[in-house]
């Protein structure tokens, strides 16, 4: 397997140039990345606006009980910074947000953040882009990467009542630490991994829990034992054992799950196996586990990675509620069924809203066309990384980007790394601009929608996956394909003037 592709050199490239001033969106995972990647090309005038108080993303705005990563720890790192510290096989998410404050403070990126600096407005005239902070504040830059992520404006459910109630509500996503949830009877609505999560943290804690299930889910039995201190130990003295480690992982990850998805039926046949196995043998009453059941094909909606969800909702104290929920009253949660599930704390595990990528920022590129316009029919983008019409504006997981098949770091490594050689024509000339040509980005997305036809998400089920035309905003390949397309940017299909 080659694993060149997206090694950081840590080397600076001199390349003699003009000199760019460079905006980087967002101070999560990808934007760190980023603005190593820039200052590695050369950039040195770059500015990270960030609209929380401090750096993290995801990992900064989700402290809920429970917050696991699904993606082995020694492979969801930067390739350039292994981490012989990780506590667990699966990291927690204080441990995860820890870790990219400090590849932020090594590589003194912390330095480049504007916390509190939302951007409301981007617009693009005279070959810079011009950004407008929620404080007012305006400047320009020669190029805009956005790093904003796709999982950070919370969805909250559309539910007769959810104001009325008279205890405390929060989303998974805004968790209030404040509450205490001792003895308390709470209500969890949805049945994603946050949900099953947090219900496997709680429920030795709380008096009773409800979980509420619109929709059952596949759920493979993932172990996460402790990661024994010899063994960091041993990483400690051996790093290139963890590149090694990082390799194998990667290695099994793409040629067993990441396969199944795409098509390969006789690994999407182990994993089917396995999640059915699991349920059977690890939930004993028959009724029980027919409600646990999903009736689509398993791996349609992003699987559960976990061993502790089963055992966690048999206990006394926990009800799976499959009944659907009519309205929220101050005392709780009545079900169609008219029964009132009693609860003093509501808790919203619903997810996000994944498709509205860099929004609500008020994005306007060439001849006034803004990006709400260019994606009126569909949010569809050239290689995922720009769209025709906004000159050096850059995305990292923008969309059709294989964040359901992949470890998202080694997405962005690899996303940005084809960026960055993009960012080298705008060096090589005052005034430069750079964008994907509209007949290239809809023979990309054209081939996208045809080969998405042999995957597991058009089975027949609904899930974030699917964008508002219930096609799937991912990535229909393998990632020695997702590589290779993504070497080298093919100029031809680029507009640069």
């Known amino acids: 397997m080659d694993d060149t592709v997206g090694r950081s050199t840590e080397q600076t490239v001199d390349t003699g140039s003009r000199s760019l001033r460079v905006a980087i969106i967002g101070a999560g995972m990808s934007g760190i990345l980023a603005a190593i990647r820039l200052r590695e090309t050369g950039v040195r005038d770059i500015t990270i606006f960030e609209k929380a108080d401090r750096l993290g993303g995801t990992w900064r705005d989700n402290t809920y009980p429970g917050l696991t990563c699904d993606v082995p720890s020694h492979l969801y790192r930067y390739t350039f910074e292994p981490n012989a510290d990780w506590s667990r096989r699966f990291s927690p998410g204080p441990e995860i947000r820890r870790y990219f404050e400090g590849v932020a403070e090594r590589h003194a990126v912390d330095g480049l953040i504007r916390t509190n600096s939302e951007i409301v407005r981007s617009t693009f005239g005279d070959s810079r882009w011009e950004l407008e902070t929620i404080g007012g504040d305006v400047e ?14 919370p969805k909250y459910p559309d539910i007769e009542g959810l104001d009325s109630f008279a205890g405390d509500s929060f989303h998974t996503a805004r968790w209030n630490h404040d509450v205490s949830l001792k003895g308390k009877r709470v ?71 990441a ?31 027919a409600k646990l059941t999903p009736d689509y094909k398993v791996a349609c909606k992003r699987l559960i990675m976990t061993d502790q969800f089963y055992p ?91 964040i359901g098949n992949f470890s998202l770091i080694q997405v962005a490594e690899v996303q940005l790394d084809y960026i960055m050689q993009l960012m080298r024509q705008l060096q090589a000339r005052e005034g430069a601009e750079v964008e994907p040509k509209a007949e290239a980005t809809q023979r990309f997305n054209d081939e996208i929608k045809a080969a998405m036809t042999g ?43």
């Open 140 to 153: 320009t830059f020669d190029a805009v990467i956005c790093c904003t992520g796709v999982l950070h404006h």
């Open 187 to 257: 209500g969890i609505i949805g049945t994603g991994s946050t949900a099953m999560q947090v219900t496997s943290a709680i429920v030795g804690e709380v008096g009773h829990l409800s979980l509420f299930q619109r929709t059952a889910q596949w759920v493979v039995p993932l172990p996460n034992p402790e990661i024994p201190e010899p063994l960091k130990q041993r990483y400690r003295e051996n790093p290139e054992e963890m590149d090694g480690l990082y390799d194998h992982l990667s290695e099994r990850f793409v040629d067993t799950f």
């Open 259 to 289: 396969r199944a998805v795409i098509g390969d039926r006789e690994e999407m046949a182990k994993v089917e196996a396995n999640c059915v196995n699991n349920l059977m043998e690890n939930v004993s009453d028959p009724e029980l586990r």
């Open 312 to 402: 966690a909702i048999q206990q006394p104290n926990a009800e799976l509620v499959t009944d659907g929920i009519e309205r929220v009253e101050a005392g709780g949660v009545r079900t169609v069924d008219g029964r009132l599930h009693e609860l003093d704390v509501l808790v919203l595990a619903t997810g996000y809203h994944a498709h509205d990528f860099m929004r609500p920022m008020n994005v306007t590129g060439r001849d006034g066309l803004t990006i709400d316009e260019a994606w009126a029919e569909a949010n569809e983008a050239y290689r995922s990384v720009a769209v025709p019409g906004f000159p050096n504006f850059f995305m990292v997981a923008g969309p059709n980007s294989p």
């Open 455 to 497: 995957t597991v998400w058009v089975t027949g089920c609904s899930s974030w996956y699917l964008d508002k035309n219930g096609n799937p905003a991912l990535y229909p390949w393998d990632f020695q394909h997702f590589r290779q397309d993504m070497a080298a940017p093919n100029l031809d299909d680029f507009l640069i003037a």
